[in-house]
């Protein structure tokens, strides 16, 4: 049982590079999440994903879309980055309704140059 | 919109003394849950406590125990007996209760760094 699990932890992309960050988890969780990690900001909510087929901006989406591929797989793409996108990037998964722990993955450490 | 705040940047601890992390949070919801989950220099991030607010009893987790005061809207997290380990990141998290069938969002705030010493 490998819980959440997150593809590359390290990138390096120049300016206008395009990537996607790829995360799956194993627990049949409905829900997955994308947040960003900056110093002094803690973690923020980039997009989110209730169940399976459905998506939904969180609190800073502009420069991501996202695509839940299946039940397991919710991936992040940058389009075109920019250094502002430099960010520790965590998926996470919960099960439906208010309350419920959120599961975290390892985290992607992104830096753009 | 909620808002978290932690006021304490930085602290440090003694192993095996107590220490408290301090939360206050902003909402105008009647009910909700609120976490605080430790981030070690892994990277990961592990919960550590939850806390319904529609139940007045504070949450207990071994050596880990929350203040819950809903009128003031503090969330405090004590660490008992401290120990190495307990060295981390921790982020206090509120969470709004929603019908079931939809996602549960978190809001964080910025976290305090805990450093025990020996």
């Known amino acids: 049982n490998a819980g959440v699990t997150q593809t590359p932890k390290f990138q390096v992309l120049k300016t206008g590079q395009s990537m996607t960050l790829q995360c799956a988890q194993d627990?049949?969780?409905?829900?997955m999440y994308w947040y960003r990690q900056d110093p002094g900001m803690g973690l923020r909510l980039i997009y989110y994903?209730?169940?399976?087929?459905?998506?939904d901006k969180g609190e800073v989406p502009n420069g991501y879309n996202v695509s839940r591929l299946n039940k397991r797989e919710f991936s992040l793409r940058l389009e075109s980055a920019a250094p502002s996108q430099t960010s520790v990037y965590f998926c996470?998964?919960?099960?439906?309704?208010?309350?419920?722990?959120?599961?975290f993955g390892p985290g992607t450490r992104l830096t753009v140059t | 919109a909620q808002t978290v705040t932690q006021s304490q940047p930085e602290m440090s601890v003694q192993e095996a003394e107590t220490v408290t992390l301090s939360c206050t949070y902003d909402t105008s919801e009647s009910n909700y849950y609120l976490f605080w989950y430790k981030q070690p220099p892994s990277r990961q991030m592990i919960l550590v406590i939850r806390q319904e607010a529609y139940k007045q009893q504070n949450a207990t987790e071994n050596r880990f125990s929350v203040n819950f005061q809903k009128a003031a809207k503090s969330f405090s997290l004590k660490i008992s007996d401290s120990q190495l380990g307990d060295t981390a990141m921790y982020f206090c998290?509120?969470?709004?209760?929603?019908?079931?069938?939809?996602?549960?969002?978190?809001?964080f705030g910025t976290g305090t760094r805990l450093q025990v010493t020996l």
């Open positions: 996470a998964s919960s099960e439906l309704g208010g309350g419920n722990e959120q599961y």
């Open positions: 627990m049949n969780h409905n829900s």
């Open positions: 994903s209730a169940s399976e087929g459905t998506t």
């Open positions: 998290a509120f969470m709004k209760h929603l019908v079931s069938g939809t996602a549960s969002k978190l809001t």
